[in-house]
């Protein structure tokens, strides 16, 4: 048994020009510092997008409020929206899958590196297309810069005659730009895990976020290429005098209803993939015990990318389609809740009979496993198309989605930043500061969100500015928008950890946290080459081999 | 889990699997398809649903003699690339620049059509549900056999200049499957436009 | 021994913030004054069939997703509990158990029958509401919505009126349900009265039809749910639930064309020499414009602008003077008319009963 780094003695090392630095990053092909970049991207929008909304709850305060006008605050709305899925979910993510898949699977790097980088800039430039809109557009009636037409789009709301101006052709553009990219990463992903697997990692030997980012970038070769195509035609009718969405011409906004949706559904489970990819990584490792039911845990999540194809008109119950449409994704959608069941199951089976460290990664999976438990039952209820017809627009669905993306995405990205930020940097995370940020988000996300589903049920629309005084919806709304500062405080807690954290850290070493997947088998940070020699695998756990020879997976597999 | 100091490209090679750019052209061919069947989808969708101007069945002509070309670059460029695999260079080459020369014609054909539509049947892509589907669909192909062409062209600029051998196989290979990508497109476009909608 | 003291705390702490939040919530939700209106918009009061309907399948739905989630949740917290690191386990790891296929087929059958039997009772409630049969006694609606305002027309009755809707009240014997057909002038938009049924959306091109037969009198209140623009947020909707009398009243006033009063001549020549009869209905007048609301019998309506505001003298004379001061971004231009012009022309309206 032998390491995989290669010791260099300590050399005197001149501090590099802070402009080679720069350089160096910016033409950078190495995954591990595109996937830094991304994630920093990511955090920067996040900020963004957090005081957008930030904005939008001082506004819903209280009924009546005037904090901002009705055309800023639709532009809030719809930036906020368009900002997390596209600008900060999605590079997050594709940034995690970046640096860990080719260290999982002990390869060099990306199948593509230059194709990486070049993925990475175009979506860094749909970021920025998105937000130099509020400089260069001008939207509703002359009413300002940013889109605000909501994150969706709606045709005819988007055609001519209702979005004067550029506003909507930067939501537009900026989307097609940073799509193709996202594409480009989908491809690499794909390539580099059916290419550069290393000797004796078989298919089935891979760890579960390698084949759940597998199973995401397939996911986003035909999730995202929709709403592309649907953008190509909305560039098309507002350009070239097209028709695909002119009721005039006999066109149809509930078109482009489909095509979005046909994105927009999967492009959801895009997102919460990666993060079932977390945490099947994490609570084995804090449960002190393998994830229950590996084979399992694939099929289902390979029968949730089929079936997720198939719910996307759950989002349209209200349109006045037929009854047995209605049924049929009624039906879908209740489906496609029994493999995610199924995996919230293995979790707990994973954490059954372990020895629990209750360390900050693991408490933020504790806290996904509730909400992501509550965020899908409450999707089960939508999924009976009735109870939508009633919840649908209002804000018990946006009490859901958020219990998804932030209860869920959200937390399993802190338990991810805490998990591998030693790798990523060689410090630890401040445990102290983590606890505070974990108890404190806990707080201010529950008072928000929980309480966000009762105005829901009390009849309370979506994207609306001001809400009239005598409909019962003030105390909720004032103690949703408490809440929503709670996170906000929670989040600079956070990014002080990462800060403070990257200067004052404990040393990590190769691997503080006694894992057993092949990353934490190099250095922290690890070398440019990731390993000296290419590793060879014989079960799903390589280190747990090299630590219990007496009783490896291998044998068991 | 043990350090073998095999050098990589063997290793992979040995245990069978597939080259990256083939599976990276695979994934690119799967995106297209997703965004052909969109626009096919809004294409038959619309399908009688014009509230004015010329219907299918009034301008079309199918083009079966520019779709027997880009059919036939089909063969062509798979025999290229075989001809390439045992080394005929001069073979690879001839058939290459015959592809070339297919796809070229195809596009003159789709110029060729549009020209007629536009100025003998007035029908752009603004004229109608039709106008607008069919020129977008037709042209969202015609595009994509432009992309193959350039890439194509370049290819042979690089065999005539004697850089392309066998070493080259797998680059010629994965555009070669592009290339077929485009006609099975084409397959599918005809159909839908030129059998179905009329 | 410390580690299970700090858990309990922390424990405690927690179920403490939950139930202070579950009571504020409660405390919330009770205290606020229900306004105007007897009725609120609380989807879990239904007055009308379909949105009991819904209510009594969200009950049910609701019990079941209680249930998985107390177990998944006991679960999970008995996990947590049972099973947490002690510090004398140090270096010794558990058994390591890969999966159980018992138990994986368990967890897989029980809840797909759990989907079976939640979709059987929901697609009954589908059918029941959706391809329900118009019966004789039915009013026919015709809702058109605008950028920011609903239009109303009763077809049968030749009734043409805005933003606030009368419908007869409907006796379960002798059901009189309410027909409501749902198109768009422009952009999307959705009828939702949460105590009479669920949202169905208005979209071009693309009619829809949803009923409602309320069985109790009073007012229900309800806004446009899809977002149509800058003022979606005031596209509010009152329904008048009218007992048959009062609705028999209702209908003949309405249609009557409008009251000729001689008093407010001068108010009438302002109002057909600019260009309100170019939007606007006065029937019996030249007024025959269709892209504003119905003015006919304006003032039988308790608000304007779509519930924007309170139906007043002031209110009118502001909105007319300057509708960005009730509702910015409305299509109601300011009409830029000297102050003895305004004062004529409100009083014109407001002989407009």
Redesign the interface.
Known sequence: M?S?AITIPALEVQEKPWVDLLHEWVTTVDHKRLGILYIVYALVFLMLGGVEALIIRIQLVHSHNDFV???VF?RMFTMHGTTMIFFVAMPILFGFANYLVPLMIGA?DM??PRLNAFSFWLSALGGFLLYFSFLGGSG??G?GSAP???WWS?A??TAH??SPGHSSDYWTLALLVSGFGS?GT???I???I???????MKLNRMPLLVWLNLVM??MV??A???L???Q??LL??RY?????FD?Q???????WMH?FW?FGHPEVYVLIIPCFAFMSEIIPVF????I?????MVAATVCIAFVSMSVWAHHMF???M??YA??FF??TT??V??PT??K???W??T????????KTPMLFS?GF??QF??AG??G??M????????????YFVVAHFHYVIVGGILFALFAAFYYWYPKMTGRMLSERLGKWHFWLFL?GF??TF??MH?LG????????????????????N??ITIGAFIQALAILVFAANLVISYFKGARAGNDPWDAWTLEW?VSSPPPAYNFA??????SRR??W??K?PE?P?SR?E | MSTATTSFANTAAARHLPPRGKVAMAGLIIAETAIFTIFVVAYLFYLGKSLTGPSPREVLEAPIFYTICLLSSSLTIHFAAKFLARGIRFAFLGLWLVTIVLGGLFLYGTGQEWHRLIYEHGLTISTNLFGTTYYSLVGLHAFHVTAGLVMLVTVAVLGVCGRVGVKQLVHIEVLSMYWHFVDAVWVVVFTVVYVLGR | MSMLKMKSSTLRFLAQTMLLLFWSAMAGWASEPKGSSPHGTNIFAPASTPAKSIADLSVFVLVITGIIFVVVFALLVYSVVKFRGRAMDAGREPVQVYGSTQIELAWTIIPILIVVVLFLATARVIHAIQDAPEPAGAVDVAVIGHQYWWEFRYPELGIATANELHIPVSDPSHPTPTFLQLLSADTDHSFWVPELAGKTDLIPNHPNRMWVDPQRTGVFLGQCAQYCGVQHAKMLIRVSVDGPEDFAAWVRTQQKPALEDPGVAAGRRVFESNACMNCHTVAGTPADGRFGPDLTHLMSRATIAAGAAQNTRQNLRLWVQNPSAIKPGSLMPAMKLSDADLDAVVSYMETLR
């Not at chain 1, 070239?240 to 695909?244: A, E, I, R, S, V």
């Not at chain 1, 020699?533 to 014989?538: D, Q």
């Open positions: 032998s995989d006008s009705p055309e639709n060099r199948a593509f509703l009636y009413a605000d037409v909501g709606y005819p709301l005659a209702f594409i989908a491809i690499n794909l390539a580099t059916l290419c550069l697997r290393c000797p004796g970038a397939g070769l035909i995202i290429t929709p592309s195509a649907a190509i035609m098309i009718d070239l005098g097209g028709h695909f009721a011409a006999g066109g149809s906004a509930v078109l095509f046909i449960s002190r015990k393998p229950f039911g590996y084979p399992v209200t349109i006045g037929n009854s209605n049924s009624t039906l209740m489906a809740g029994v069941g199924i919230i199951f293995n707990i089976g954490m059954w009979g372990g020895r629990i460290q209750f504790i496993l509730f438990l509550i039952l409450t089960i209820m999924a009976a198309s009735p109870f939508d017809w009633q919840l649908s627009l209002s707080i529950h008072l929980d309480v009762i049920l009390l009849g309370m629309p979506r994207r609306i500015y001001t809400y009239e005084p005598g409909r019962g919806w003030d105390t909720l004032f103690v088998s020699t290419v590793p060879t695998v014989a390589p280190l081999d090299l219990h009783d997976d068991y």
